[in-house]
């Protein structure tokens, strides 16, 4: 999984609780980002970052914030969660824009139950 | 709309069996695309690219073809093995100022069986 680690790997919550996942990679990439993957959907970007302290937003970002403080770890949290939120969550990293092959390389995910 | 659609969902076949999976793709200005394979509790890894001036990519038993003119791609399985089992991801890169944007299918499900 190329050196990206995601923490917790299962999690079951409650509504209404806060729940903060974490990526953490050493391959030292500038861009990380966070899917969310359901049932008969493709991936879908939540947030991505292109830089410590430097995020936008996806087009599922509803619900959820980032940070990166560090150009290893990317936290994804969810202040409320739902269970519209219930779903597998994936971490991916990338080297530089552009280029002819640059590729996203994805962690293992986590798998989110909120109840 | 930048949308991928495959097809089909699902897909059962024999051991040693070949197989086509399809792609179809309305995604604006093209980069690149990649087919991804999927294994049950896994992240997708990539299994070929090609960019608009290639039209086919070969990684093993897996062959890739890509049509920029009318915007389809094709993976080809020769020779199926049981490991085949997995969800086959068709994604299109669009190369943006910061990152890069990717654009998924909903992914062809497919089962080898013995």
């Known amino acids: 999984d190329a050196g990206i680690t995601q923490s917790p790997r299962h999690k079951v919550t409650e509504t209404g609780t806060p729940v903060t996942l974490r990526c953490h990679q050493t391959?030292?990439?500038?861009?990380m980002y966070w899917y969310r993957q359901d049932p008969g959907h493709g991936l879908r970007l939540i947030h991505y970052?292109?830089?410590?302290?430097?995020?936008d937003k996806g087009e599922v970002s509803d619900g959820y914030s980032v940070s990166r403080s560090k150009t290893e770890d990317f936290l994804l949290t969810l202040e409320s969660a739902t269970s519209s939120q219930t779903s597998v969550y994936f971490c991916?990293?990338?080297?530089?824009?552009?280029?002819?092959?640059?590729?996203?390389?994805f962690g293992p995910g986590t798998r989110l139950t909120v109840l | 709309k930048n949308q991928v659609e495959q097809s089909p969902q699902s897909l059962i076949i024999l051991e040693g069996k070949n197989c086509t999976l399809q792609?179809?793709?309305?995604?604006?200005?093209?980069?690149?695309l990649r087919w991804y394979k999927q294994d049950t509790g896994r992240g997708p890894v990539s299994l070929t690219i090609?960019?608009?001036?290639?039209n086919t990519k070969s990684n093993g038993r897996y062959t890739a073809t890509l049509d920029a003119d009318t915007k389809q791609s094709s993976l080809h399985i020769t020779a199926s093995q049981l490991s085949d089992s997995a969800s086959y991801i068709c994604?299109?890169?669009?190369?943006?100022?910061?990152?890069?944007?990717?654009?998924f299918g909903a992914g062809t499900i497919l089962r080898v069986k013995s």
């Open positions: 391959e030292n990439h500038r861009y």
């Open positions: 991916a990293i990338s080297g530089p824009a552009g280029g002819r092959y640059n590729e996203q390389f």
């Open positions: 970052s292109y830089g410590v302290k430097d995020t």
């Open positions: 994604v299109v890169t669009i190369v943006m100022e910061y990152g890069n944007k990717l654009v």
């Open positions: 792609c179809n793709y309305t995604v604006s200005p093209f980069s690149n």
């Open positions: 090609m960019t608009f001036s290639e």
